[in-house]
């Protein structure tokens, strides 16, 4: 049984860009970069960029996005970070908890969030939503 996200690939246009993105602007750790790729460790998971000449040119209009943890107390300044860097916001937040939605070079979805799971669900016990079952 699956015990876990190994990991996360993104195709990005320009390596280069995407690369001082997520180590510069994100602040995730290189771990090892080539001519095609590049690893980042992102707390206990890792992301892989890797170059694709198919790579969308635009976001895609789905809701589908990347969420990375960011603490409550260093949230506004985080936002600021990525707003200073030129990160252009895709959406305003919908949903509890403090979020940012945001684009990376290639128009991958992400996201800042200072929540968890438990808060999430805390939420929904609180006003549930139709036809709402827990596991």
């Known amino acids: 049984m699956i015990s876990g996200i190994n990991h996360i690939t ?5 390596l280069e860009a995407s690369f001082v993105f997520y180590k ?39 809701y ?9 107390e260093n949230f506004a300044a985080t936002v600021e970070h990525l707003r200073a860097a ?22 991958h979805k992400l996201e800042i969030h200072d929540s968890n799971l438990n808060t999430r669900i805390h939420e929904l016990k609180m006003k549930p939503p139709k036809e709402l079952v827990f596991f």
């Open 24 to 62: 510069d602007v994100l602040g995730l750790r290189p771990v090892a970069k080539w001519y095609r790729g590049a690893y980042f460790e992102a707390g206990q998971d890792w992301i892989c960029l890797t170059l694709d000449t198919e790579t969308r040119t635009e976001s895609l209009a789905e």
């Open 64 to 72: 589908t996005h990347i969420a990375f943890t960011v603490s409550s």
């Open 10 to 14: 993104l195709s990005v246009r320009d």
């Open 86 to 107: 030129g990160a252009q916001q895709w959406q305003e937040n919908r949903s509890p908890g403090q979020s940012f939605y945001f684009l990376d070079p290639s128009g």
